[in-house]
């Protein structure tokens, strides 16, 4: 059992000067890499056992939450909680107007209730931004539409950087609905800025050639490009996002590209397995290949209770005088 | 505004820019009785009591004239009104509006015209002329009265910014106005395209992730009006287009002889798809701001001639519409006070676009099209008259902006140029201390 005491805190970086965290596309590598950093510390100091860390204390940090999640929303609370800082829950489906009241207006009576930092999720890319704009407090995106999800592009991150040490020269493919997808956004970004090789592989529906202008590979055809990857990224097909019918069935969408045990073997014998989640087993990941031994999913989950710390005390930490207090 | 004005004016030393009469030099400009009385009148024609106005380094213009300018009334006070809008309307160097028909109830019927008409003779500022819906209740199913819109003072028929969509329905308005000699004005798009689109279709776009209005949804339509006009004859006017598809399409057909017009708005003049990458509401407009290839293209256009109108697109929105989420917040940019400062800053500064074309595309052509009697200064013709200083550097503060609305995107941005006086039938309706 780990107590307080044995974590040693990184210094705070004098060199972070975000106040909010709204997407990895405007992160240098830098940045990027000390968010991991910290994680990381983080990440062994509770699989050693550790207990709550009193660095956010005094703090309150809100979840504001316009669309339906389960696990972004309890990590963070989580994350929040294991500082030491007591959370406001506010979660709405669809619109805050139902009340008539702008979704403005309900985040600022959410930050007068004394919110420091405010989580946002929002089916409008850009929604981030509108509140950095509008209040006073921290924002932290937990995902805009199809835009960015930054913790999530981090915490996938951090578990390729487990396994591999490096993301350099690795080749990682995002498979899946890349069109609507903010993973794939904040995967992209933060994957390039580290080095890795990315291919965005998907229907042609979903995955256009424009894509190939962010410095990526796109690829049609999944069994092509299987056997030079070193991590697959399955992401969901977000069929809620999308106006008109991208392909004509599941079924067939599952022949094309469900990760199943006839393509594990054509694989790299040390390819990672990762997804976002929610999986859809039988659509994008065989249940075979998602409870397999390269999957990595329940990993990238505890892993996103790490990355929201780091994310939550970079942002807020630098308020307090804790900044190289060791416990 | 009928009555005749006593006081005579004559603007001196002005550089005096009057595309009509190919006019671009200094000169003097003497206004009597509501009209232009002579340009470089002799001292002995000078009447001895007569104000006299030293535009030393200004600009003597034509009043602008805007096509299709969104006014509020009815229905959306909270956006705009009458007042307010021509006011507005005045500080930017506008003359003469022609009112949009998207007004709750829209301009489909006589009285409604007649509506706009008393309100506008009321606020007693620019003149306000009426566009009438081409459909009943501008649904774009069956053709609204428009002989009695036309009779009732109604000068074009537009159902903008809603295209005219239904195809059988803009085969039929082309050829009924055939009988009223008054212009079509269209906004091409194809809906099923963009449904839900807030930006356009892109680089920035596919890193912003907004939903996509593709440039094509543009130019199938532009295409399909111009086959149809081309069968038809008639009048249409393109109010405004975005893409260099189009601008092209328009190229090939006018050098067939299609009697086509073509309007831009200097929004999407100004400001490429990049802009959204700040998330601004403001930013949001229809047709959405393009790359900037496709703005070349249009610059090009304005100076070959394939367009022939720069309208302000003013879309005045409540600030509580805009502060919303991208998605749920109206298109729309407020523009009458800044349009022809951002003419002056981004076109005619850096060399794009000269003063003689630009004063055509916001003056003459505008008039042409609508058929109304302005747009230049022409000896014998109203008085509608503006100054411009053209070196003035001004910051945009959206609040002291004379619209009702606030949604400039421009706010804190300094542009070059601003309106000092303007007349109106030889009535001084506007000076800045």
């Known amino acids: 059992m780990s107590h307080a005491s044995d974590f040693v805190l990184p210094k705070y970086p004098a060199s972070w000067q975000h106040r909010h965290l709204l997407g990895l596309e405007n992160l240098s590598a830098g940045e990027i890499t000390t968010l991991l950093d910290i994680a990381e510390g983080f990440s062994n100091y509770f699989r050693g056992g550790g207990s709550k860390l009193p660095l956010l204390t005094g703090f309150t940090v809100a979840n504001l939450f316009f669309e339906n999640s389960t696990r972004t929303r309890n990590s963070f609370s989580l994350a929040a909680k294991r500082l030491g800082a007591d959370t406001i829950e506010f979660s709405s489906s669809g619109s805050s107007v139902a009340k008539g009241e702008t979704f403005i207006d309900t985040a600022k009576t959410i930050e007068s209730m004394g919110a420091d930092a405010v989580v946002v999720r929002h089916a409008t890319p850009g929604t981030a931004q509108l509140l950095a704009r509008h209040l006073d407090c921290s924002v932290l995106n937990a995902g805009d539409g199809p835009h960015e999800h930054p913790t999530q592009g981090l915490l996938d991150i951090l578990t390729i950087r487990q396994h591999r040490g490096s993301l350099k020269g690795l080749t990682v493919a995002l498979v899946g609905d890349i069109a609507h997808s903010r993973t794939a956004r904040s995967n992209i970004w933060g994957l390039k800025k580290l080095g890795a090789h990315v291919i965005v592989c998907g229907p042609a529906t979903l995955v256009s050639k424009q894509w190939e202008s962010l410095g990526v590979e796109v690829a049609y055809h999944l069994d092509d490009i299987l056997p030079r990857c070193d991590v697959l990224n399955l992401l969901r097909i977000q069929f809620e996002r999308q106006a008109t019918r991208p392909f004509p069935s599941v079924r067939e969408y599952a022949l094309l590209y469900a990760m199943n045990s006839q393509r594990m073997r054509r694989s790299k014998p040390d390819i990672l397995i990762m997804a976002p989640g929610p999986i859809n087993r039988g659509v994008e990941i065989t249940p075979e290949v998602a409870d397999g031994p390269h999957s990595v999913i329940l990993q990238q989950v505890s892993n996103g209770i790490a990355v929201r710390m780091a994310a939550l005390w970079l942002l807020l930490g630098q308020c307090t005088d804790s900044a190289s207090t060791q416990f | ?433």
């Open chain 2, 1 to 433: 505004m009928n009555r005749v004005p006593d006081t005579t004016w004559l603007i001196e030393n002005g550089r005096i820019v009057d595309p009509a009469q190919s006019l671009d030099r200094k000169g003097r400009l003497l206004i009597r009785d509501g009209l232009v009385a002579a340009i470089d009148p002799s001292d002995g024609d000078l009447p001895n009591n007569c104000h006299r106005v030293d535009a030393d380094g200004w600009i003597v213009a034509p009043g602008l004239v805007d096509l299709a300018t969104e006014l509020g009334e009815p229905g959306h006070e909270e956006d705009e009104t009458i007042e307010t809008g021509t006011q507005a309307a005045l500080a930017g160097g506008y003359t003469s509006l022609a009112c949009s028909a998207n007004t709750d109830p829209p301009i489909d019927t006589a009285a409604a015209v007649e509506f706009v008409r008393q309100k506008a003779a009321r606020a007693d500022r620019c003149r306000v002329y009426v566009i009438g819906c081409v459909s009943k209740g501008r649904e774009g199913e069956e053709l609204a009265e428009i002989g009695s819109l036309v009779e009732a003072g109604a000068i074009a028929l537009s159902d903008s910014p809603r295209p005219l969509n239904n195809t059988a329905l803009l085969r039929r308005a082309l050829e009924y106005c055939l009988m009223f000699d008054k212009p079509i004005l269209d906004r091409p798009e194809v809906p099923s395209l963009t449904r839900g689109g807030v930006m356009h279709e892109g680089l920035t776009q596919l890193s912003v992730a907004l939903a996509p209005m593709p440039a094509e949804a543009e130019d199938l339509a532009t295409s399909r009006d111009l086959r149809l006009l081309e069968t038809t004859g008639g009048r249409l006017h393109l109010s405004c287009i975005s893409t260099r598809g189009s601008t092209e399409l328009v190229h090939r057909s006018k050098n067939r002889g299609t009697q086509v017009t073509v309007g831009v708005r200097i929004g999407n003049l100004c400001f490429d798809d990049e802009r959204l990458r700040s998330f601004d509401s403001n930013y949001k407009v229809n047709p959405p701001l393009r790359s900037q290839d496709h703005i070349d293209a249009l610059i090009e256009g304005l100076n070959d001639q394939t367009i022939d109108v720069i309208t302000a697109g003013h879309q005045p929105r409540a600030l509580e519409k805009k502060m919303q989420e991208l998605d749920a917040a109206p298109f729309g940019m407020s523009t009458l006070d800044t349009a022809l400062s951002q003419v002056i800053t981004y076109l005619i500064e850096p060399n794009k676009l000269s003063w003689s074309r630009a004063i055509e595309c916001l003056s003459y052509m505008p008039a042409k099209v609508l058929g109304i009697p302005a747009g230049t200064l022409t000896p014998g013709s109203a008085a509608d008259v503006i100054i411009i200083d053209p070196r003035a550097k001004w910051t945009v503060e959206p609040s002291e902006l004379h619209s009702c609305s606030h949604n400039s995107p421009l706010k804190g941005e300094v542009l070059s140029g601003r309106v000092q006086m303007v007349w109106v039938g030889g009535h001084r309706k506007f000076w800045r201390q």
